[in-house]
């Protein structure tokens, strides 16, 4: 019987990189999920965006083939108490920006691509992810599987370093970081398209973002915090 994938979810808000650490965590024996929440809503979905059903996550994680795999999406925010619950040995990590950072960095990303910016009611979603998220910090799991960091401390080799050992172990027991491909990556700055996810009448997105993209049966290519209370610190 094969030892199943060590898995992680990254938690964060829409703008807080996901997509950038989605691409530094496909490497070696690591692999990551960028969204897998939006692959769960079928067309006969709930008509308010929510997943049909939730990804089988030790199915896709066994899928990737790999000894590690991370599951990055906004959307966890949400549905991080199901997924806990459904893979008990999972670890969480937390990337943290406030609520108003990432809401003005959106309004920024749709304004270079010629599209409104968010309206009040879809502009105070993120801060109900914001408080969502404190629910999972503060959640009670063990501080074995609980990690945070600032969004900010990716633009140092000590975050990115951090990041790639939390999602692969912890220090001496993780494979080792390739530094020239995280430099290469901290230089590209990859992130997410986001015309992609606004429909064509042109309105502004709900922020889950769930339910755009259709379905897939295989793993996608690579697309690319607070001060410490509880938890493992990884900054």
């Given at each position: ?71 990055c999406d906004t959307a966890f925010a949400y549905y991080w108490k199901r997924a806990m619950e459904s893979v008990p040995k ?40 914001e408080r969502e998220l404190r629910q999972l910090e503060e959640y009670g799991l063990p501080a074995s599987r609980v990690g ?88």
């Amino acid at each position: 019987m094969s030892i199943p994938p060590q898995i992680t979810f990254l938690a964060c808000l829409p703008r807080s990189r996901s997509a950038w650490c989605a691409n530094l965590l496909t490497h070696g024996p690591s692999f990551a999920y960028h969204e897998p929440l939006r692959w769960a809503v079928q067309d006969s979905g709930p008509a308010d965006g929510t997943p049909a059903q939730v990804p089988n996550w030790l199915e896709l994680a066994r899928l990737a083939g790999t000894e590690y795999v991370t599951f990055c999406d906004t959307a966890f925010a949400y549905y991080w108490k199901r997924a806990m619950e459904s893979v008990p040995k999972a670890r969480a990590l937390i990337l943290w920006q406030g609520a108003e950072v990432s809401r003005l960095d959106w309004n920024k990303a749709v304004a270079k691509a010629g599209q409104p910016s968010l309206h009040n009611e879809l502009g105070n979603e993120f801060y109900h992810m914001e408080r969502e998220l404190r629910q999972l910090e503060e959640y009670g799991l063990p501080a074995s599987r609980v990690g945070h960091m600032r969004v900010k401390s990716l633009d140092r080799m000590s975050g990115v370093q951090a990041l790639w050992e939390f999602c692969t172990g912890y220090g001496p027991f993780s494979p080792k970081l390739d530094l020239r491909r995280a430099r290469m990556l901290m230089d590209l700055d990859i992130q997410a398209i986001l015309p992609r996810y606004i429909d064509d009448s042109g309105a502004a997105p709900k922020v889950r973002m769930i339910g755009d993209v259709a379905p897939s049966p295989q793993p996608s290519p690579p697309v690319g915090a607070r001060e410490k209370t509880k938890g493992v610190p990884c900054h």
